[in-house]
């Protein structure tokens, strides 16, 4: 009896292993979500909260957030959790998102640097130890009009 329970028992932990294998190879709700959703796209998106309508700007399915421009200046993080349901009224024209290089200028780097350090050690030269904090403050605003 206990080795036909231990051939059932190995049968159920096979089968619960195939099916979590077959769940795993599933899309999650926000993969499917943010398949729906393409740069540049004008969509209804339908939540648990009320509807937005907007052209998609960014979506992220690692943190489950979609950036929609809902015009006006005025543009709304999306949580795909909360998606109950999308509509896509105009697809996208926009072939690519836009891969903007990020240029950084060391030489204004180093530059804004060397400002900041010289100025709060020009700060710091003000500081009198000695004297009270009243005198201290007094000193501060003097510095302030008097450069």
Same mark, same amino acid.
């Given at each position: 009896?206990?080795?036909?329970?231990?051939?059932?028992?190995?049968?159920?932990?096979?089968?619960?292993?195939?099916?979590? %294998?077959?769940?795993?190879?599933? =899309?999650?709700? !926000?993969?499917?979500?943010?398949?729906?959703?393409?740069? #540049?796209?004008?969509? /209804? *998106?339908?939540? !648990?909260? #009320?509807?937005?309508?907007?052209?998609?700007?960014?979506? /992220?399915?690692?943190?489950?957030?979609?950036?929609?421009?809902? #015009?006006?200046?005025?543009?709304?993080?999306? @949580?795909?959790?909360?998606?109950?349901?999308?509509?896509?009224?105009?697809? @996208? @024209?926009?072939?690519? *998102? =836009?891969?903007?290089?990020?240029? *950084? /200028?060391?030489? %204004? *780097?180093?530059?804004?640097?060397?400002? %900041? &350090? @010289?100025?709060?050690?020009?700060?710091?030269?003000? &500081?009198? =130890?000695?004297?009270?904090?009243?005198?201290? %403050?007094? +000193?501060?605003?003097?510095?302030?009009? +008097? =450069?």
């Amino acid at each position: 009896l206990s080795s036909r329970y231990g051939v059932h028992r190995r049968g159920e932990e096979r089968r619960e292993r195939e099916r979590m %294998a077959h769940l795993a190879s599933q =899309p999650s709700q !926000k993969e499917v979500l943010a398949g729906q959703l393409h740069y #540049g796209s004008t969509v /209804d *998106i339908y939540t !648990k909260f #009320g509807n937005l309508h907007g052209v998609v700007e960014c979506v /992220d399915v690692q943190s489950g957030c979609c950036l929609l421009d809902m #015009g006006n200046k005025r543009i709304v993080i999306v @949580s795909l959790v909360n998606v109950e349901g999308v509509r896509v009224v105009h697809k @996208s @024209s926009k072939k690519k *998102i =836009p891969n903007k290089k990020l240029v *950084i /200028d060391s030489k %204004a *780097i180093l530059k804004r640097e060397s400002r %900041a &350090i @010289s100025e709060r050690q020009r700060e710091a030269s003000r &500081i009198n =130890p000695r004297v009270s904090a009243k005198v201290q %403050a007094v +000193f501060n605003k003097l510095a302030k009009m +008097f =450069p």
